[in-house]
């Protein structure tokens, strides 16, 4: 079975940084099955990206994927205050879903 | 508009059953997957299950499968999530979830979470 891996464990940026988040899975997975989700706290989880690169409906375009293979990456290219959450990455294989630790990212 | 809309918090004592449900609306309910996701206090994400209303196929995540039961009623367009016997550890937040548009594989729409306390 996959396994996810998500990196950094938190992240602390000023508002207009950059972040990068990394997923990593435990072997080579088809980039049509990987998703990104942000959870603010008291709130569901919000699809971001799937398909490891197409932005879900009415996501700012601040927010992209992309990658390949093992390696994944969700990009906020400038930060917003209200981008403050925690961000899973999500694979579906072989019949089974399966969600990544967790980047919490903190905006100072 | 799609929305998903769960059953209210439930308190049970261990033991004991429940059955929580997920109302969907604003597309072909039959004809998408819709699932189960567990979060545990201060946790992560946990995919728990997935049933195809159209038909009733459902498959489970091998750590719950045994552990619930997820049923659909399409003349309703109602998923749910149901336990025989209630465990303390099964304290947590459940979200039903749906991909519409998003293709197999990825949830796109999500429900507001119903909370399921177990406690003697």
């Known amino acids: 079975e996959v396994v996810l891996t998500q990196s950094p464990g938190t992240l602390s940026l000023s508002p207009g940084e950059r972040a990068t988040l990394s997923c990593t899975t435990s072997y080579s997975v088809d980039s049509s099955y990987i998703g990104w989700y942000q959870q603010k706290p008291g709130q569901a989880p919000r699809l971001l990206i799937y398909?490891?690169?197409r932005r879900a409906t009415g996501i700012p375009d601040r927010f992209s994927g992309s990658g390949s293979g093992t390696d994944f990456t969700l990009t906020i290219s400038r930060l917003e205050p209200e981008d403050s959450a925690v961000f899973y990455c999500?694979?579906?294989?072989?019949?089974?879903?399966?969600f990544g630790p967790g980047t919490r990212v903190d905006i100072k | 508009e799609v929305q998903l809309v769960q059953s209210g918090a439930e308190v049970r004592k261990p033991g004991e059953s429940v059955k929580i449900s997920c109302e969907a609306s604003?597309?072909?309910?039959?004809?998408?997957?819709i699932g189960w996701v567990r979060q545990m206090a201060g946790k992560g994400l946990e995919w728990m299950a997935i049933i195809y209303p159209g038909d009733s196929e459902a498959r489970y995540s091998p750590s719950f499968e045994g552990q619930v039961t997820i049923s659909a009623d399409k003349s309703i367009n109602t998923a749910y999530l149901q336990w025989s016997s209630l465990k303390a550890s099964d304290t947590a937040m459940y979200y039903c979830a749906a991909f519409i548009n998003s293709g197999y594989g990825n949830f796109d729409y999500w429900g507001q979470g119903t909370l399921v306390t177990v406690s003697s």
């Open positions: 604003g597309y072909d309910f039959s004809n998408y997957w």
């Open positions: 398909g490891a690169s």
């Open positions: 999500q694979k579906y294989s072989s019949s089974v879903f399966i």
